[in-house]
């Protein structure tokens, strides 16, 4: 299989969702010349500029009108070049897109993407390096979407395009350059699945975006230089949350560490942590430990922000001290 | 009063709606006092001409959005009756299923995208709607509705600009009714001609009565014509004057019941009936006949709400997301 | 003691705070009128229109110019009626507020509070209903706040505006009106301590706001009808979280029940399971098990808003579960 | 050009400033390219006159707010160089000890409230350091420099209002540099004249030539000096060009050559060596000793950037909180 970017393998998805459904609609500020991170080349040049659409710096506008489009015929596939940016938009993503569904009393679904790119990468400092998933997945209404490689990325933005209801689509801004091999083709994968990444009897790793990739790194390090058989489950999706994977996996390795970039405090690990407790309990050999970044703005300068946010390091020492108990 | 509608039956249609609003809100108030209404209720009663003029020029498939203050806007624009009391209610047979209540009447098949609670958040919605026309190529049109407190929200600078840039087909209404909640438009608005607002996207700006149902007509009628050939948004600001509380049993301990008698003066149901009756287009019986039957739909409305029973709590999960259920 | 309402408690913490100090500003919408639940009663006649702003609605202004007046030299007390208007002003609160102490390298602080109503009341509906508590507390660089009574609401008030970093301080709306025992004079409870409001042997209710008012209703029933012991832990301060008393009481009763108004999936409560569970492993006789609201958006329908938060009934049901075991 | 400044020294300071500004930003270039900066690093090349001309104006205890695109803000206020260019480079030495890097300089004891790297964020801020002001009854100023791009958010319209509803000492500064990021403002922006935003405030607003040394000095010092007296904000469209690229090491595929070179034309720099020279106020060789005497404190501001050591990893976790340390 030929082996395209992350940013290559969204832009796939997105031109055959174009290409399939004249509905779907692509809006986001310099869009029109490919995007931040090439997540839009040539889709101008192939779709126009009333399919895609350079809007000016109002992201409240940008996510408020994607819901009045989304109700109203069109299928918007609305972007910001930063996650941090929806925090302009969180009226129309919160109290808006999440609840036009449920309090209309199901009279319309809101089929409309918001992509974000998310994490650190290379000092990009406080305000350029968040990751906000904890936020969106607490709210009821909305489906989050957190892919870790490009075969996932092309398959589930796809999905995501398609689904009837407002899904946040997060692209970890460390890996969208990373190459992997895609399908061709109409390639989709259902939103809500797990998959498991890499198989292991001895600890499970319960992780998403780029840690899935910091993960497996780590599990290759954990069998060669310590003989420990990690398996890795990468959620994929965070809302709809696919519990049985993760607890399939857990209750056969009986030890689980939870690993995301964002802070560790009020991360989404505590969602999956609380889970594994409340279905396992008794059934573990070693405490759930979770892998997140410290608590504190993403610093600028490279040591600080290096030791803030988990690679795969953090990983394995967290794995040798769980695999010991 | 500006030029008349052009036949009978369209005066005719223009008053049972005014009264309809009329009857409907101040009903509500006497079930909100009785306890009937759960929530609050934010009624309409003294700007019935807004809704109703402006609506008038609107074909079913044309788009409102609405605020908090929407039974008018969603009664003008078609909603079912039975089923907008019943929602105010909070029963099953509610055009919402009893989800939404008064801030959140919504009913998409006459084009009414939703009450909101959030203080000018149709203004984006507004846009996304005139974008979706624009890109569909088709000729509806958009209303938004927001207050003269809302109106310094930034989302409807970002939704001016927008829909400015793009010439969408968006007629933004600004009701103009003196207050935001308990706060006088004077302490919080740098301009007190609101209409201001327009240049600054390169918008036509007009001002209107907003209790001079005629006159609302013939000014939208021009904003939404202009909006339906491609000729791109307008402001129009409606200057009128909440008759009753920010919200049923408020106290308005902020304002003089002078003021709100002197205000009364210029009842826009009145002026319209008077209007009629002096232009010989219908008299005394005749307008006391209708309303009667008008409020009999209200009575019926009520019966029917109060007939109707809540909706089940296993269902409290439904709706959420269209395909994804509750295990 | 005199027994004064949630609401009167917060004018006389305010008002204390402003004659002690008068770089001490409160600015929000309406509430020279005395806010929608009585929280700012008299303050404009005490202290004038220049230390109580009538604000336009603007909630990124309202928010974004206290960061600018706390920086400046002013202690601002912001004020959204309703916690959702924060999601017009997320900008201003998770990307400057949060950040600037630490982006800036320690050079200010950032005294403001920010107050806000939150919780279901009476079919308030989907957008009035709600409690962000979550959201919040994932953010380094801000402290939350979450009083469940009248004296801690005075107290826990006065130190947050006291305090010289941003503070997230949320009312509940069902509490406001009621009544308890406050202490005259100048009261002051030091944000981060935990209060056990109840103690018990049998299990831990840990909780906060409205919630540990229904603990204690239900910790009374679980004594009384079922002879169960329950310790009552109210955090109080989420931010910075108190966690050696949440140990310290759950270590002792070996089972916890994590009771919160908010959406249990991804709420607060994940966090608090997650370090009981971590700190507490092999030591817990049962699971640690969280009452919150199920997963949608808050329905007006009496009944439905009823079926889906939390009540002192069901955190009975949920220790009687755990207690079992 | 406009009015001269009255004494010698104050155009050698500002043309000291300019060179400072532009040397600075051209030897960031340059280390960036040699991979010695972190992060992305956006220039204010072709913009110096305008914040050295507006805070020519200002006082020590005067406020900014600054955006992305903050060095030159920073500068002309005052900024220690060292501090911000090992800040830059994310040394512990830097202005904000490495923790915010280029789009998050600050210096609180020079009135420098921070570049911002959210676009149009410093307008609530400038408002909330306006409102402080008054409250304290002093005679501060606020100066809000944003971006024609900028003006398109929300809080440039919730700020406008409030500072002129409240009558704030703030000054906005728009700098209409043509682009937003990859984009043409006329793309996206609904009116070509920006200063007419102003009015939807009732706020008094001027356009100038941003590249014009002496025409900003000006115009700003009247903006400045009826806010310090208590007449309130005024909104200041300053027109320039951005030499280069959104940030350094943009293709900037979307603008010709052409373009660029005819706007370099106007150098805002060498506009004012003219001016200097012709008016007979400085000669070549002095301003090239001049010029010569900056490179020389920028290259020890690189010295000392490079010597200095990064922030201890173990105090990762200090300055979120004033009082709160991690266990
Ligand atoms: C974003 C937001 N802020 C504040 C409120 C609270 N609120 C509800 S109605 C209202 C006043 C609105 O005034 P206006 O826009 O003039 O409408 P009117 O009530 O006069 O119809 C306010 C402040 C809200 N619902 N949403
Ligand atoms: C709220 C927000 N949206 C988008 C961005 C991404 N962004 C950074 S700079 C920029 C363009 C800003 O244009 P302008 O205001 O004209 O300033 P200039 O770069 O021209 O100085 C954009 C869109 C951002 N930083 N913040
Ligand atoms: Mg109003
Ligand atoms: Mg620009």
Redesign the pocket.
């Known amino acids: 299989m030929r082996s395209i970017s992350f940013g290559q393998a969204t832009v796939e998805a997105t031109a055959a969702a174009m290409r399939e459904d004249e509905t779907v609609v692509v809006a986001g500020e310099d869009i029109g010349w490919g995007g931040n991170f090439g997540q839009f080349k040539g889709l101008l040049e192939e779709f126009g500029p009333k399919r895609v659409l350079d809007m000016p710096i109002s992201e409240a506008l940008i996510l408020g009108s994607a819901v009045g489009a989304a109700v109203t015929g069109l299928r918007p596939v609305a972007s910001l070049s930063f996650v941090e940016f929806t925090m302009g938009a969180m ?1 129309e993503i919160i109290n808006q897109a999440a609840k036009f569904r449920y309090m209309f009393g199901g009279q319309v679904s809101v089929p409309m993407v918001v992509r974000a790119s998310d994490g650190v990468l290379r000092s990009s400092g406080a305000q350029h390096s968040e990751s906000f998933e904890a936020f969106f997945s607490h709210m009821p209404g909305l489906k989050v979407v957190a892919p870790s490689n490009p075969a996932d990325a092309k398959g589930l933005l796809r999905s995501a395009i398609a689904d009837d209801d407002p899904v946040i689509y997060l692209e970890n801004k460390k890996i969208t350059f990373r190459k992997g091999e895609v399908p061709e083709g109409d390639y989709r994968i259902a939103l809500g699945e797990a998959s498991v990444a890499r198989s292991g009897s001895d600890v499970s790793l319960i992780t998403y975006s780029v840690m899935a990739q910091h993960a497996l790194e780590a599990a290759q390090v954990l069998f060669e230089e310590h003989s420990v058989e990690a398996e890795v489950v990468d959620l994929r999706t965070l809302v709809p949350l696919d519990i049985e994977s993760v607890l399939t996996s857990v209750a056969k390795t009986r030890r689980a560490v939870i690993c995301h970039e964002a802070w560790t405090f009020g991360g989404f690990g505590a969602e999956i942590s609380s889970q594994i407790n409340e279905h396992l309990f008794g059934e573990l050999a070693a405490p759930v430990v979770r892998v997140g970044a410290r608590s504190a703005p993403i610093p600028f300068s490279p040591p600080l922000e290096r030791e803030l946010v988990p690679e795969a390091s953090e990983v394995v020492e967290a794995v040798l001290r769980t695999v010991k108990l | 009063m500006a030029a008349d509608f052009k036949d009978m039956e369209t005066n005719w249609e223009a008053y049972r709606k005014l009264f309809l609003i009329r009857a409907f809100e101040e009903r509500l108030e006497t079930l909100f006092a009785e306890g009937k209404i759960p929530g609050f209720v ?1 009624t309409y009663i003294g700007q019935e001409a807004i809704a109703v003029g402006v609506c008038a020029n609107l074909r079913t498939d044309d788009y409102i959005t609405s ?3 929407g039974h008018g806007h969603a009664i003008a624009k078609g909603i079912d009756l039975n089923g907008l009391m019943a929602e105010v209610f909070g029963k099953v047979t509610g055009i919402c299923k009893g989800r939404g209540g008064s801030m959140h009447v919504a009913d998409f098949s006459k084009g009414i995208l939703g009450a909101n ?4 958040a149709g203004t984006v919605i507004a846009a996304g709607a005139g974008l979706s026309i624009q890109t569909r190529q088709e000729d509806q049109v958009v209303v938004c509705f ?5 109106i310094n ?1 930034g989302t409807v600078h970002e939704a001016m600009n927008f829909c400015s840039v793009k010439n969408l087909p968006v007629v933004f209404v600004c ?1 103009n ?1 003196q ?3 308990f706060t006088s438009r004077k302490l919080t608005t740098s301009v007190s001609d609101l209409s201001l607002r327009g240049a600054a996207y390169g918008m036509p700006a007009v001002s209107m009565d907003g209790n001079d149902l005629l006159e609302v007509v013939e000014v939208s009628q021009k904003a939404i014509a202009d909006a339906r050939v491609g000729m791109g948004p307008t402001l129009v600001v409606a200057d009128t004057y ?1 008759f009753g509380g ?1 919200y049923v049993g408020d106290p308005q301990a902020y304002r003089s019941k002078e003021e709100v008698a002197q205000s009364r003066r210029r009842d826009p149901l009145l002026l319209f009936e008077n209007h009629l009756i002096l232009q010989g287009l219908a008299d005394k019986e005749a307008l006391e006949l209708e309303r009667e039957s008008i409020l009999e739909l209200v009575d019926k409305a009520v019966a029917f709400a109060e007939q109707s029973e809540y909706p089940e709590v296993r269902s409290v999960i439904d709706y959420v997301f269209t395909d994804v259920t509750e295990k």
Do not use: L, W
């Open positions: 009226d | 934010h605020t908090h203050r609670g959030i203080v000018a927001f207050g003269d407190g809302g929200k009701e009714n207050y935001a909640q909440r920010h």
